[in-house]
């Protein structure tokens, strides 16, 4: 079984916290168990250790996970519609090439978090299913048009940088499979994060009519982008719980006000301003207006611009994709087939 140090000092195995390094000190007191929770379970999360598939889990923490993981899963292969419908008018074979590579790194973030989800005893095609009848949900900003080209650089450099202050805490969370998927993700969101910008410092340093595009998709974007946060702390039913269990590190609040804080400067720098007229520096945070949370709760509710735009497109991309499967699936048993007729013959 392969293994890895932790910050701890103990050894995990990558399917079990079974192991440990013999120099380890005295374990510590195991905690009892309480309100359905195994006594193994609360010591990992006593610790501050990774729980892994093997490990003794509450139901409702699994469920959580694999509620959580699977919208996360979902909006990374439903974010690829928005930017994948400029691919073909990009302006410049440099700018395609960067965008094909950005929506080929949503598809991977994508099967990382549903191969994640999986070993939660999820079913991958059931979690799609969910998705295109629309009994799962996924972000909500991909419900949002891309009406010019500035609105790419926008998104890597709004959405993906929302989505990098959100998700780095998640490469610590106590879930393994969960927290190891992150760390590689979050490496590539950077990237398009830094595209997102460099392509918005381009047009807001040339014609005034770039300048205007850049300014218009900012103004756009920048609400929807607080609002990914998820809503304020004392309306988000799950985020005590969560927290608690080790799976956020940070409220939905907290982390808005870093991403604000963060994003204030970088507006500077690009020459455009953020369309909030009670934004304003404190002393030690940039304060920002009241959220419209109604459109929020609204475009969740599926009555956002592109609701059903991006359903339906994923309903004919997985419709259309049935022959692949198809075909994968009986090669797959011809090859079982093959093998265990070899067996029998030796």
Partial sequence: MLISVTTTGSVEGVYGNDFHAPDEAAPRPVPTEADGEPASFRALLAGDERVEPRDEMPEAYRKTLVRQIAQHAHSEI??????????????????????????????????????????LGADRGDLTRRLIEGRQKYSSIFNYPTLTWADVGAIGWLVDGAAIVNQVPICRCSYGPYARAMV?????????????????????????????????????????????????????????????????????????????????????????????PDLHWDGEHWLFGEIDWSE????????????????????????DGAWVREAASAYAEKQAARAAHREEVA
């Fill in 78 to 119: 439903i974010g690829m519609q928005p930017e994948g419908n400029w691919i073909s008018r990009a302006p410049s074979l440099k700018r395609k090439a960067i965008l094909l590579a950005k929506v080929q790194d949503e598809a991977g973030h994508g099967l990382y978090l549903y191969s994640a989800a999986e070993t």
């Fill in 296 to 319: 929020f709760y609204a475009v969740l509710k599926g009555n956002g611009p592109c609701n059903e735009q991006r359903l339906n497109h994923r309903r004919r991309a997985h419709d």
């Fill in 184 to 276: 590689r993700i979050c490496k590539e969101e950077s990237f398009h994060q830094r595209q997102g910008f460099e392509l918005l410092l381009t047009l807001s340093r040339g014609t005034p009519e770039q300048k205007a595009m850049a300014q218009d998709a900012a103004d756009r974007w920048w609400w929807p982008s607080l609002m990914m946060f998820g809503p304020p702390d004392d309306a988000s039913p799950n985020s005590a719980q969560s927290m608690a269990w080790g799976i956020k590190k940070h409220s939905n609040d907290e982390l808005r006000q870093r991403f604000v804080d963060m994003t204030v400067p970088q507006a500077q720098v690009l020459g455009l301003e953020l369309p909030d």
